[in-house]
């Protein structure tokens, strides 16, 4: 069996970085998806593909991939510098501000 081991990222519909702190252990699909002809909808016989595995750490992850005989390939996450911008949304409102706020 093959897997891939990654931390996983914040969504777009959120602007906190919750569920992106633990590293997941999700197999590979073996086999290729079907496509039912009646409904379009996808579907495969491998039922591992489903399988999502959370760990606190890359090292209990690769431990587990290794006490299990998992082949796991590691990928390293693209760590973002965080944007934060001087004054925020109240300076918008404040009485000592230079510029002229409009819409």
């Not at 969504?11 to 496509?35: P, Y």
């Not at 760590?79 to 001087?86: D, E, G, L, W």
Request: proline share 5%; no cysteine.
């Amino acid at each position: 069996m093959r897997a891939r081991i990654y931390q996983p990222t914040k969504t777009a519909m959120q602007s906190g970085t919750a569920k992106s702190r633990g590293w997941v252990l999700e197999f590979v699909n073996s086999t290729g998806r079907d496509v039912d002809p009646l409904m379009g909808w996808t579907s495969s016989s491998d039922t591992q593909a489903q399988v999502k595995l959370t760990f606190d750490s890359k090292e209990a992850a690769l431990d587990y991939a290794k006490d299990n005989g998992i082949e796991a390939t590691v990928t390293s996450p693209n760590i973002r510098k965080p944007v934060i911008r001087p004054g925020g949304y109240g300076e918008n409102f404040a009485t000592g501000r230079r510029g002229v706020w409009t819409h």
